[in-house]
């Protein structure tokens, strides 16, 4: 298969001779990037739950959309099986959801993966990840070692960005077309589902966050400010409180889903972008055999009605 050409013969870079340098690494962009989705335990009372972990099959469709292949990690591995997983996968996504974020095998599997992704970056090894709604709060917590979370009454609404000033000049925002940001500034387009939230206080008191992360929007529940999206200053790490994924996946009926071509094109315009991150990792799987049996292609999603929170979701033992 074309794509396993020896890393070698696609980077001979005229800056350091025979030795690929990490400039051209990233010019040469990997054309068929692979994205680990992690998997988390199943929902309380699951009636379609096989197995002990799911994914929500709309942040597999997500990233399929915009050009990635996926590959589910599952809970309960040891580190060893998440080290060999980190070296053939090219970004992460940690998903949405409803774990203890301090405590779950989500949590154990989550942290060993940041702490991969701190030390692979620091080494010039370009790796990205993305946490929406549980998995952005589950970056803050992975960032500073501590849960600052705070409750609002953010459980379903859709809601317009309160840009910063950083959003027009930031990595993901500056990728947007121009009519957009402002649809997403303006419309309210942006799904919440979650009751707990990184407030601007909590967030502006702990040297760790603000040090790491740079604030792109904020929005607020009418009585608390809360940080909505972020990126990290120097790690290719991206965190969304709301859910560009459901716009085009999820039907379930009720107040902040939003189905709208504009919450369509915010969608992809998330997923496009950290795809585009993701093209800058070189990482692989050791031969077409070991890439086959990862992918989710493997698995198949259960159809849970329309009617309910994930409309398919896949399920592992
Ligand atoms: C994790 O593994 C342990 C021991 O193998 C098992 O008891 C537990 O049920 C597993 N948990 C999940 C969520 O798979
Ligand atoms: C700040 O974090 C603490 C947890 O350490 C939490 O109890 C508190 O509600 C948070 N306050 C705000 C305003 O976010
Ligand atoms: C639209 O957003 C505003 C905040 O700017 C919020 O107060 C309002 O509840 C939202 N409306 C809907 C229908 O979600």
Redesign the pocket.
Known sequence: MGSFVPAAALLVCPCCGPRPCAAARIQQLNQRPIIGVLAQENLPGDQFARGSSYIAASYVKYLEAAGARVVPIRINRTEEEYAKIFSSINGLLLPGGDVDIQTSEFTRAARIFYNLALKANDAGDYFPVWGTCQGFQQLSVLTCN??????TDTRAVALPLTLTPAAQSSRLFRSFPKDLLQSLAEENITSNFHKW??????YS?NAKLKRFYKVLSTNTDGK?E?ISTMEAYRYPFYAVQWHPEKSPFEWIDKPGMVHSTTAVRVCFSTASFFVSEAMKSHHRFPSPTDEDRALIYNFCPVYRGTDSVFVQNYYFD
């Not at 501590?146 to 409750?151: A, M, V």
């Open positions: 501590k849960n600052l979370l705070t409750l939230s990184l407030s601007t206080q909590n008191r608390k809360f």
